[in-house]
């Protein structure tokens, strides 16, 4: 996966897809592989439920800690910005308005 406004680069592979149900990969986001999980609930008519685990995380307690942190984040500011999409066609910017530092122009 590449982020060209950063200049990133991630590995990613796909361990597994159910239609509707899951997303299984492994990356290496942290000089090691993490495995994240979503998982697609239907609440009701046209509305699903979205959970993101990450699992794998490995360092001392503060670099744990560190990369928990910046997953939350991360995957919290993506589901936010594709409801804005999904449900009101605007593009918040959330990711390149969170590091306007680092952004490659």
Known sequence: MDWEMYNLSVQVWC???????RILVEWSMFSTSTTVEWLFTPIEDNATFVSISSTG????GDEIVEQVI????????VLS?????????????????????QKIT
């Open 15 to 21: 361990k597994k897809i159910e239609q509707n149900r």
């Open 81 to 101: 910005g594709l409801k804005a999409l999904l449900e009101h066609n605007i593009i918040l910017n959330l990711v390149s308005d969170r590091f306007p530092d």
């Open 57 to 60: 995380f490995k360092g001392d």
């Open 70 to 77: 910046g997953c939350t984040e991360g995957f919290a500011l």
